[in-house]
């Protein structure tokens, strides 16, 4: 791995954490436990962990079956898994991730976030992470 890809991948693993900084600042704060706030970090193997933020221990992410002391739910392992390969590629996360979401569907909410799903909809397209909607 060249310089570059090594700086293009550290500013695309800022960024990603940037966002869960975001998730878990508002709605329910997912990522979030007094005050401990869930990040991806890397090994110098260069290998992608995800630090939980309920017990503050390393998670690998690459498992295809459940995570070993992964305290979130299955949308947000698979937001996560978005993330890592995000940060290994420069694929960008798909935007229906973060919604909006048909009314059959959660009722149109599916984190029950509320309004606070536009803000981190927002963090997600500023910070490059989806690709920006052509607005009408």
């Known amino acids: 791995m060249t310089g570059?890809?090594?700086?293009?991948?550290?500013?695309?693993?800022?960024?990603?954490n940037e966002l869960l900084q975001v998730i878990a600042s508002c709605g329910r704060q997912f990522f979030s436990y007094r005050g401990r706030v869930a990040r991806?970090?890397?090994?110098?193997?260069?290998?992608?962990?995800?630090?939980?933020?309920?017990?503050?221990?390393?998670?690998?992410?690459?498992?295809?079956?459940r995570w070993r002391r992964f305290t979130g739910g299955g949308t947000n392992r698979d937001l996560i898994r978005d993330l890592c390969r995000f940060v290994r590629t420069g694929t960008a996360?798909?935007?229906?991730?973060?919604?909006?979401?048909?009314?059959?569907?959660?009722?149109?909410?599916?984190?029950?976030?509320?309004e606070d799903?536009?803000?981190?909809?927002?963090?997600a397209e500023r910070l490059g992470i989806i690709r920006r909607k052509p607005r009408p």
């Open 4 to 16: 570059d890809e090594r700086a293009a991948r550290a500013d695309r693993l800022a960024r990603a």
């Open 117 to 123: 799903m536009k803000q981190v909809r927002d963090a």
């Open 40 to 65: 991806i970090e890397q090994d110098g193997r260069m290998r992608l962990w995800f630090r939980d933020a309920y017990t503050d221990q390393l998670v690998y992410t690459h498992y295809r079956g």
């Open 93 to 114: 996360v798909p935007s229906a991730r973060f919604g909006p979401w048909p009314a059959w569907i959660c009722n149109g909410d599916l984190w029950g976030y509320g």
